[in-house]
């Protein structure tokens, strides 16, 4: 028996892998119940911290072995609904709060059409926690995109765009650059703040965000999705599985087909974040073809799924 054996065995490790599993283990209940405790998760140099320490923690890529260790473990299982409703909250109140700021640039003897009110705004967006991760992200399922379409798409629906649009303004931006042309995002959200905050912080933001439009709706109640050549669903949109199947099940019967579905989702670790989606069953039983599923294994967060509605379904508009 090796020196390390003897160790793990006497801790009552077994394996390596649950020496490795049990660090982890302890981490993310530790950051589970710190934020469980906080008064408020509005942003703060407390909850800041947290937050980042969770991402750093779940962006990690184990061997196959420890994660599923992790993720199988009763105390994870019990806390993972919670955590996941606790990072949808962070993450909703770090977004207002950032579009707030943004929106904040206009002052009273400034006009949007003026340069210098969109370079400061522009400025302060730039200075948002994730903006890098948002850019990449992106960049990356754009020339996805790009390499799945006969013809660059110009109309996209993103839903779930939340108070801080960030991925609907890179998607925009990274096509005007690269074709020279306007590229239309429509903005669908549920909750009518977070319309309001997106829609106050692009007309502050002007050129850089006026091919953004806005709704506020449910995802199985947008209208209009057969008009889009492409429509991302944002990984908070459905807390659980079975929403997700049920809401990816009605997007496809009102998309057009050839269109694109962009769903954003998560692996591994990551899950711990955002819920699943089971691709074999949860891809409109056969509606959609799945092109492409992306895992990311650096700093993005975000896996993605691509799919192409099939002709010949029945469609239902007024769904």
Known sequence: MTFLSTVQAYLGFSRPTDSVAERYIAAILNVHHALSQLPSLDPSPEVNSLFSELVALCIQTPDELVTTTILSDDRIDRI??????????????????????????????????????????????R?????????????????????????????????????????????????????????????????????????????????????????????????????????????????????????????VKRMRPGALLVVRTAHSLRSLLYPLINVSTEIAAGDAERLVMMHPYNHLVNSVVICQIKSGITRHEDE
């Open 127 to 251: 200075q948002f926690t994730y903006y890098s991760n948002y850019v990449d992200l992106t960049r990356l399922e754009l020339n996805m995109i790009l390499a799945l379409s006969i013809d660059p798409p110009r109309s996209f629906a993103f839903i779930g765009s939340g108070p801080l649009p960030l991925s609907s303004i890179c998607i925009a931006d990274s096509l005007a650059r690269e074709s020279g042309d306007k590229a239309l995002v429509h903005n669908i959200d549920n909750r009518h703040p977070a319309i309001e905050q997106s829609s106050e912080m692009c007309r502050t933001l002007g050129v850089h965000a006026e091919c953004l439009r806005f709704q506020c709706a449910e995802a199985t109640a947008a209208e209009g999705l057969e008009e889009y050549d492409v429509v991302y669903l944002a990984s908070l949109v459905g807390t659980t599985q079975t929403q997700k199947t049920d809401i990816i099940s009605n997007l």
């Open 80 to 125: 993972l609904p919670h955590l996941r409703q606790l990072c949808s909250e962070g993450e909703s109140q770090l977004e207002a709060y950032w579009a707030k700021k943004v929106a904040a640039c206009e002052t009273e003897h400034e006009v949007v059409s003026k340069p210098h009110t969109v370079t400061s705004a522009l400025k302060m967006l």
